[in-house]
């Protein structure tokens, strides 16, 4: 019979106990909410709908902006993170959760681009236009029409204006952050020819570049040499 000692367990390392915690976030989130791997340019795909206040339906995909916002806070604040690029195919959602999105990311005082690649409908509208730079695939869509609200709506003029002032600043962002003209925007957004059935418009690829709505078409490895080519200037 051995009287041999069996070793200790070895501990965990630091490094070990960081990955296990990421896994753990990852798993618990449903969300990357980690600095950029292998690199300096974070990553953030907005798929969906885009999740508010309230809770989407259980069979829908969505981006939930509580798990966005940290991402974007990580962004500003490390400074191992250089650029961001948002990948986005959303058909819209939470107006108000959309537009904090679009506004936070448009205030990162890094360099930014977005992609579109398959859709980037409604509120997805402001936030493809939100970076510095925007690439739209060349089958990708973009769809523009007034705000909508499903459920209970009181028939009185307050919600008329609540209505209009919302409508007021999204137009508002989309103007401040594209080359489209004033005009040019309530005619996309008001056209009733385009959709059957309802008030808006489609832009499809290089339709949108001509609207000045996004920048060019292109796919990711466009946006990639983009946003090198911003993180270039920006050490400048």
Sequence with gaps: MSNKIPNPAPKPNKESTKKASVVKTIE????TNVPANEGDIHFISIIGEIEGHNLSHPQKKSTKYEHIIPQLLSVQRNP????????????GGDVEAGLAISEMINSIKKPTVSLVLGGSHSIGVPL???TNYSFITPSATMTLHP?????????????????????????SFILRTTKISPENLQKLIYDTDEIANDVGTILVGEEAVKYGLINEVGGLNSAIIKLEELLEQHKE
């Design 28 to 31: 618990s989130l449903g969300v």
């Design 80 to 91: 191992d993170i250089k650029g961001l690029l948002v990948i986005l195919n959303t058909l």
């Design 128 to 130: 493809a236009t939100s």
């Design 147 to 171: 705000i909508r609200m499903t459920g209970l709506v009181i028939g009185v003029p307050q919600t008329f204006r609540y209505f209009q002032k919302m409508q007021e600043r999204i137009s």
